[in-house]
């Protein structure tokens, strides 16, 4: 075990004998992007290929702001305002090898929560030129299915009277917009990295139906200005657990409070429509196209969907971690039955991708042990990821007469996890969801009515209307509701 040394800036020489360290001069950089939502996914994704640029002596223009909107934030800016916004990066191999790295390229991060006006004074700033976004699929404040913007929020209608009080994401851009316009300044891009299809797309259309009723001229000068590409982002980040603190100080002798674990591979891809330059991430592995919804559509239909499945119907198994549902065959050739006869006959073809070996390659990444991705992590925030990972796939198939059973049997545990709570050993799950209360009174209410759950309409939209799903959910519910066990509705199905 190697003396324990503290993670921050003038500590970097000696830590630099112990894993790679920032080779740049990260003082002199100047911020050029702000990102809000700064959690392990943007620590490990979009923060290291910027790091892996700065390595190669480029981009002093484009260092990173993060920007916390919620009182959890608080956490990482103590961290980071102790480590000098330095932090470690530990990928994990399937073959348990660890390569740790500090990266550097954040160097700085703004609370705004209690105070708004250094936040929008950084967006409205002219060095900042990209705001990026991962504030997760719940954070658009959309109608999952309407796609219409939510203005029954609280906090949308305080911005809406206080302009100069903001509290959401919009609140924050619609400001600094307003300032930088004010002041002669060129817009920023808005690059969201979230997982939502066309999510560019769906960023301009709440941002501009948020604007057009608290500002129209400003809407008119930010629908001419501000660019929104559309992005798609993979990379495997587990919650960072205390083992790997522990793991980070006995192994290497680096104390970092909040180091991000990740799987090696990583992807971005990205529609190359920027308003005021970008840094060149394709030096670096980023793959620009002119239109990224093939490539969105197929993650969010086979990683996503799929991480999903695994999730909800490992949970009421009482499987742990990913990695361990792919250990067991069952789930294994499950997933891949649906990802073969439900999820890849909507995705037609996509242009230098082999399906075949991408799913292949999901399996793989699935299993690795060094994960050990919870189904916990997975399941959270399912009403905001199922609508568009897993329900849109069987709208889809209805559509065109597809096969629908394996993902409706996920509807249905999702039913059976809302109300119960348990796993099918009556193990209490862990429940994260901002609609647990109305998923646990709708789910209840199927020893009554087995169509309750699915009659929400906001997520199912006319499922429960459409006789060749609900004949097969009815089933599979009740199923589920009388003690059959998850593996043997799965093994019936297959």
């Known amino acids: 075990m190697k003396t324990s040394i503290q993670l921050q800036q003038q500590n970097l020489e000696e830590v630099g004998r112990r894993m790679p360290v920032p080779n740049y001069n990260r003082s002199a950089d100047k911020i050029g992007i702000v990102h809000i939502g700064v959690g392990g996914f943007h620590r490990a994704h979009q923060a290291y290929y910027l790091h892996q640029l700065r390595q190669l002596g480029e981009a002093s223009d484009w260092g990173i702001c993060g920007i916390g ?76 299915i ?98 790997d603190i522990e793991t980070l100080t006995q192994k290497y002798g680096v104390q970092d409070a909040w180091p991000v674990t990740c799987e090696p591979f990583i992807q971005w891809v990205i529609e ?57 065959e069952v789930f294994k050739n499950y997933l891949r039955a649906f990802l073969d006869k439900e999820a890849t006959p909507i995705l037609g073809n996509i242009e230098g991708i082999d399906l075949t070996d991408y799913k292949d390659s999901l399996l793989e990444r699935f299993a690795n042990p060094n994960i050990k991705d919870s189904v916990s992590r997975i399941c959270a925030e399912s009403s905001a990821k199922l609508p568009k990972f897993l329900i849109a796939t069987i709208h889809e ?10 993902a409706t049997l ?19 799950l862990e429940i994260i969801d901002a609609m647990h209360n109305d998923l646990h009174d709708a789910a209840k209410e199927t020893v009554n009515d087995p169509l309750a759950f699915v009659k929400q309409e906001s997520l199912f939209g006319g499922l429960a209307t459409n006789e060749r799903f609900t004949t097969s959910y009815t089933w599979l519910v009740q199923e589920l509701y009388q003690g059959t066990n998850i593996k043997m509705l799965m093994l019936g199905l297959l």
């Open 146 to 243: 309407t796609g219409e913007f939510n203005f029954d929020n609280p906090d949308i209608q305080h911005e809406l009277r206080h302009p100069n009080d903001p509290i959401t994401v919009y609140g924050f851009l619609t400001a600094a917009l307003k300032r930088r316009r004010d002041n002669g300044l060129p817009a920023f891009t808005i690059l969201s990295c979230d997982n939502i299809e066309h999510n560019g797309d769906m960023a301009r259309k709440m941002l501009l139906a948020f604007t057009e009723v608290q500002d129209m001229r400003l809407a008119e000068w930010i629908a001419q200005e501000v660019r929104f590409p559309n992005s798609m982002v993979d990379r495997i980040t587990p919650v960072t657990t205390k083992a």
């Open 397 to 406: 198939n209805l559509a065109i007469g597809g096969s629908i059973k394996f």
């Open 410 to 428: 996920v509807i249905a545990a999702w039913c059976y996890y809302s109300d119960k709570q348990v796993d099918q050993d009556r193990q209490p």
């Open 272 to 328: 190359d429509k920027f308003s005021n330059g970008r840094p060149d991430f394709e030096n670096v592995g980023v793959q620009f196209v002119p239109d990224v919804g093939p490539y969105e559509k197929m993650k969010l239909r086979l990683l996503n969907a799929g991480h999903s499945v695994l999730g909800l119907l490992g949970a009421l198994h009482g499987h742990p971690t990913i990695n361990a549902c792919i250990e067991d």
């Open 69 to 144: 909107l919620r009182e959890a934030d608080a956490k990482l800016h103590d961290i980071f305002n102790k480590q000098d916004h330095l932090y470690t990066l530990m990928v994990k191999h399937p073959d348990g090898k660890i390569e740790p790295e500090v990266i550097g390229s954040i160097v700085n991060f703004k609370m705004g929560v209690t105070d708004s006006e250094p936040v929008i004074a950084r967006m409205a700033n002219a060095d900042t030129r990209i705001v990026s976004l991962t504030i997760t699929e719940g954070g658009y404040n959309f109608n999952p």
